[in-house]
T-cell receptor, first 113, second 107 residues
């Protein structure tokens, strides 16, 4: 069974530029998550989708971050414009449904200069 | 506000030296507690799910237990390949991760 795929693996941009990350979850998983993980910290949930709909985006900085999940499968996370403090690893995860264990992708390491 | 605290922040063990990692939580309406292992440069890898106090799960040298206020991850006779960061996450009204315990096992 294929795992969660993410791209790109690494991205370096300058502040005020925009960037997008892509995630393909495990086939059949209804729930998809985006996390931000700063070095030395645990993952922080940014947004959670259940199929096409948003379940929780309470910690998403909506003035600069946006996310969508088209057709309940792939998802993209965008940052526009980026700030220095956005430097982090962005993790995508999926689960069969709410309350089930999550399976994580390898993450995208973002560096904002 | 939901809170998850892991201790210790870092732990260094010799091979074969058993120990326990702690995850204490303050949430309303626990719907599940998850343990993950994270290696450097990789995403977290699922280990266990616990749903109710008294529940225990085992896998190789790892055993997870749950009470009403905390969970323990017991590591028996660890090996160097067990070196990683161990994360716990709690699902109540939302999902909250702890900051992890960095475990190093030396020969």
């Amino acid at each position: 069974e294929a795992g969660v795929a993410q791209s790109p693996r690494y991205k370096i941009i300058e502040k005020r530029q925009s960037v997008a990350f892509w995630c393909n979850p495990i086939s059949g998983h209804a729930t998809l998550y985006w996390y931000q993980q700063i070095l030395g910290q645990g993952p922080k949930l940014l947004i959670q989708f259940q199929n096409n709909g948003v379940v929780d985006d309470s910690q998403l900085p909506k003035d600069r971050f946006s996310a969508e999940r088209l057709k309940g499968v792939d998802s993209t996370l965008k940052i526009q414009p980026a700030k220095l403090e956005d430097s982090a690893v962005y993790l995508c995860a999926s689960s069969l449904n709410l309350d089930f264990e999550q399976f994580f992708g390898p993450g995208t390491r973002l560096t904002v200069l | 506000e939901d809170q998850v605290t892991q201790s210790p922040e870092a732990l260094r063990l010799q091979e074969g030296e058993s120990s326990s990692l702690n995850c204490s939580y303050t949430v309303s309406g626990l719907r599940g507690l998850f343990w993950y292992r994270q290696d450097p440069g990789k995403g977290p890898e699922f280990l266990f799910t616990l749903y109710s106090a008294g529940e225990e799960k085992e896998k190789e040298r790892l055993k997870a237990t749950l009470t009403k206020k905390e969970s323990f991850l017991h590591i028996t006779a660890p090996k160097p390949e067990d070196s990683a960061t161990y994360l716990c996450a709690v699902r109540a009204s939302k999902l909250t991760f702890g900051t992890g315990t960095r475990l190093q096992v030396t020969l």
